[in-house]
């Protein structure tokens, strides 16, 4: 009977240890795969993550794409600032970029770029067909070429081949050529599509570029806008926010900057649009991260 007893506790024991060792263990392929096609955005599974960070750089652009195996720069901000952007590139683990694309030659977005292309690997570069005599931008040119590379053209209708599955970088803009006394609507626009999720990087395209796309149907519905020109009056129309309709928008801005931006006319537009508005001068870096399903945001302050 006692001999029975000890059986059972030592039974008992088993059970428990198993137990408690069964759930210590990684989850089983087929744990996995229910977890895939759950709704539930916790379940990200990084691998397959797409990131796409608007860095704080203060008044300017400076966004980063990335994924496991690729990682694209759009715009590195002011002259100065470059060195921020390396060091938010290495915090991300970012040793190397598939691409560097510059949306246009005005000095908060193009004046980083230098110093970036000379302190990472960088694999290509695209710019719009469109010079300046600014000293920031003979210096992005001058890094292009002391690191062997040729920039490459960016006209609607082109793409940026990726390493990523379910992911597509297609430029939208600009349409044609423009007035280069005004060097915004020449600004390259990219849409990065992952999976399910669409993103529309902008630059500072305006008014005429907007149009220039709604009347070629290019543009459609997307889940995050990058906000124009800092959210410029001139920009973010209600004739297309109605078409692209962004459920999130992100405005890089630097905190008291001189030129008033965003302007209330541009976030009550917004607002009127139910997009959720995340800004660079009141959260800092802000990262969207989508698995091609969902998209969780992830804010600095
Ligand atoms: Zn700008």
């Known amino acids: 009977m006692k001999q029975k007893f ?98 246009h030659p005005d000095a908060d977005h193009i004046g980083g770029l230098a110093e970036v292309i000379r302190g990472i690997e960088v694999q290509s570069v695209y710019a719009p067909k469109v010079s300046h005599t600014t000293e920031a931008f003979k210096q992005f040119l001058l890094a292009v070429k002391e690191k062997s590379l040729k920039i490459k053209s960016v006209t609607s209708g082109g793409s940026i081949s990726t390493n990523t599955s379910n992911l597509t970088l297609d430029f939208l803009g600009p349409t044609k050529d423009y007035s280069k006394s005004d060097l915004n609507d020449w600004s390259a626009v990219l849409q990065v599509t992952h999976g399910d999720k669409k993103f529309l990087l902008t630059g500072d395209a305006e008014t005429p570029a907007e149009r220039d796309m709604l009347t070629a149907g290019l543009l459609g519905p997307v889940d995050v806008l990058k906000v124009s020109h800092h959210g410029a009056a001139e920009a973010t129309n209600k004739a297309f926010l109605d078409v692209v309709k ?26 009127d649009a139910n997009a959720k508005i995340y800004r660079t001068d009141q959260h800092g870096s802000i990262i969207f991260v989508s698995n091609g399903k969902n998209i969780i945001v992830k804010v600095e302050r």
């Open 246 to 271: 962004p459920h999130l928008a992100a405005i890089s801005v630097g905190e008291g900057n001189r030129y008033k931006h965003p302007t209330k006319d541009t976030l009550n537009r917004l607002k």
């Open 6 to 103: 000890i059986y059972a506790i030592a039974i008992l024991f088993l059970a428990v240890v198993a137990i408690v060792f069964l759930q210590d263990e990684e989850p089983t392929s087929q744990q996995e795969a229910k977890q895939d096609t759950s709704v539930n955005s916790q379940s990200l599974k990084k691998s397959e993550e797409v990131k796409i960070h608007i860095i704080d750089i203060g008044q300017g652009d400076a966004i980063l794409v990335q994924s496991k195996e690729d990682a694209y720069l759009i715009d590195g901000g002011n002259k100065g600032k470059g060195d921020d952007v390396l060091d938010y590139l290495h915090e991300q683990n970012v040793d190397h970029l598939t691409a560097v694309i510059s949306t």
